[in-house]
C-alpha cells in the first residue's frame, strides 16, 4: 500500500480555479488506479476523476469539461486541476490508490474545498 498526502484545498468563488495534490509515500505507479473521490454534506462519497497505471482518465459526468486529472510520475504526485467550480462542489476531496494485490485501499486524509460567495 501507500501513504497520501492531499493539499491545494480552500475556499473559492464560483467560477473559479483550484488544484488539488496528492503527494504518494512511494512509486505511484505501484498502483493500478488513482483517483480523486469527494463526499459533500450529507452526501455519500463519490468518484470524481481517476487515472490508470497506463494513463487511461475517466471523469464523473458532473466535471467532464471542468475537471482534468494528471500525474507526475518523477515527484509521485497525482493532480486534479479543477475549472469553473459551482457550489455543488464543495466536499471533502480524497485521494485514493488501489492494487488488487494490495490488502486493502490506501486513502488520504481529505481536503476541503468550499465554493461559496
Known amino acids: 500500500q501507500v501513504q497520501l498526502v492531499e493539499s491545494g484545498g480552500g475556499l473559492v468563488q464560483p467560477g473559479g480555479s483550484l488544484r488539488l495534490s496528492c503527494a504518494a509515500s512511494?512509486?505511484?505507479?505501484?498502483?493500478?488506479?488513482m483517483g480523486w473521490y469527494r463526499q459533500g454534506p450529507g452526501k455519500e462519497r463519490e468518484l470524481v476523476a481517476g487515472?490508470?497505471?497506463?494513463?487511461?482518465?475517466n471523469y464523473a459526468d458532473s466535471v467532464k469539461g471542468r475537471f482534468t486529472i494528471s500525474r507526475d510520475i518523477a515527484k509521485n504526485t497525482v493532480y486534479l486541476q479543477m475549472n469553473s467550480l459551482k457550489p455543488e462542489d464543495t466536499a471533502v476531496y480524497y485521494c485514493?490508490?488501489?492494487?488488487?494485490?494490495?490488502?486493502?485501499?490506501?486513502w488520504g486524509r481529505g481536503t476541503q474545498v468550499t465554493v461559496s460567495s
Open positions: 512511494t512509486n505511484i505507479r505501484t498502483a493500478v488506479t
Open positions: 487515472i490508470t497505471r497506463g494513463g487511461s482518465t
Open positions: 485514493n490508490a488501489k492494487n488488487p494485490l494490495w490488502p486493502g485501499e490506501s
